[in-house]
């Protein structure tokens, strides 16, 4: 039972736009802190798994970047997807792939690549935690955190209330259900509920145990892959990959799997975490000053008050606003009052319906 790494890294931060950009994405980019997100989290995985177990699943288009961000990846350990489905393809053509490796018995941790976490100790006893349940149990295991505020922009886990008598590092517990991005009054009920975790978003577990909750959930998907799985001969796996891909729907690992199974376990991570998803977010993990702004380059602001500005190319003054996100790039300037960040993602969709393919 070999543990290896799958870091996801296809997805487009839509959310950041426009700083996050289909051809160079949030996972790619610096936000906080050193490095770029992905590069974060390759380090903090490594002391859990030595390199050369450590792989990416992406697209095509963003192998190549990858590979320049992350030299110490081999080629074969960047594992190109031809289009973008969404999670559940992702993480099936990275199984397909590990398991060739490794057998069909490999512990897959699946992490994403645009997530902040401090207190990263914490999250390797998580992790090493997770892997360990992976190997005895047949389910798929997830990390949840606890919730420090009602927050409608993350998914959460309910667990049960006592944890499996094992005796682990950190308490392990059986889910009992999963809940999407809530609304405000939802949020603070799941909070006050005390069973409730934030979502991290990472998934471990066997290759055998992933496969049967695909057969079971995803049929269509599982004989789709099962056919991909099949093939032998290296030289005819890209084409084959490329069918099963026209095949298939996006869907999330989330909705087509998580939601329907009952085979999950959590593990109480004890770090801190935040899935960087808009602009909101950033404000609230910024030092800010005392009218509690985020500015960001050369910005003059006056009687402004609780405004994330991000501006490197010009000048921007502010004369007597609240509660603004103001983003500049060299061809787009975003404006949107905040708490309502997590819609920037409809604005590329509104571009996308256009044709404003220069835009994305």
């Not at 931060?13 to 289909?22: H, K």
């Not at 993350?154 to 005796?167: H, K, T």
């Not at 003059?300 to 983003?327: F, H, M, N, P, Q």
Request: proline share 6%; with cysteine.
């Amino acid at each position: 039972m070999e543990p290896v790494a799958l870091i996801m890294a296809g997805g487009t931060g839509a959310r950041l736009y426009p700083r996050s950009r289909q051809a160079h994405p949030k996972q790619l980019i610096h936000l906080l802190g050193d490095g770029t997100l992905i590069q974060n989290t390759f380090a903090r995985l490594q002391p859990v798994f030595p390199p050369q177990h450590i792989y990416t699943v992406t697209t095509e288009e963003l192998a190549p970047l990858i590979s320049e961000q992350l030299p110490a990846l081999a080629p074969t350990q960047i594992i190109a997807e031809p289009f973008r489905r969404n999670t559940a393809a992702a993480l099936a053509l990275g199984t397909v792939i590990l398991e060739r490796i490794y057998g069909t018995d490999v512990i897959v941790s699946a992490v994403p690549s645009d997530h902040l976490i401090s207190n990263v100790r914490e999250f390797q006893i998580a992790l090493e935690t997770a892997v360990e349940t992976a190997k005895h149990a047949d389910a798929i295991v997830t990390i949840g955190v606890v919730p420090s505020r009602a927050e409608t922009a993350f998914g959460y886990i309910q667990v049960a209330d006592e944890p499996l008598a094992e005796q682990f590092a950190v308490p392990v517990y059986p889910v009992r259900a999963f809940a999407e991005k809530p609304d405000a009054a939802t949020a603070e009920r799941f909070v006050s509920a005390g069973d409730f975790l934030w979502n991290t978003g990472i998934f471990v577990f066997r290759a055998d145990v992933f496969w049967k909750e695909f057969t079971e959930h995803l049929p269509d998907y599982a004989e789709l892959f099962e056919s991909l799985r099949q093939v032998r001969d290296p030289s005819l796996f890209p084409e084959a990959t490329e069918q099963v891909y026209r095949r298939i729907r996006g869907i999330s690992f989330d909705y087509g799997i998580l939601e329907k199974t009952h085979n999950v376990l959590s593990v109480l991570g004890t770090f801190e975490w935040s899935d960087l998803s808009s602009w909101d977010e950033l404000w609230r993990l910024q030092k800010k000053d005392p009218r509690q702004n985020v500015l960001e380059g050369s910005i003059y602001a006056l009687d402004t008050k609780r405004c994330y500005v991000s501006a490197y190319s010009k000048v921007v003054a502010l004369v007597g606003v609240e509660d603004l996100i103001v983003v500049d790039t060299d061809d787009v300037l975003l404006i949107c009052r905040r708490g309502s960040s997590q819609r920037v993602a409809e604005v590329v969709d509104m571009f996308r319906r256009k044709g404003n393919t220069p835009l994305l």
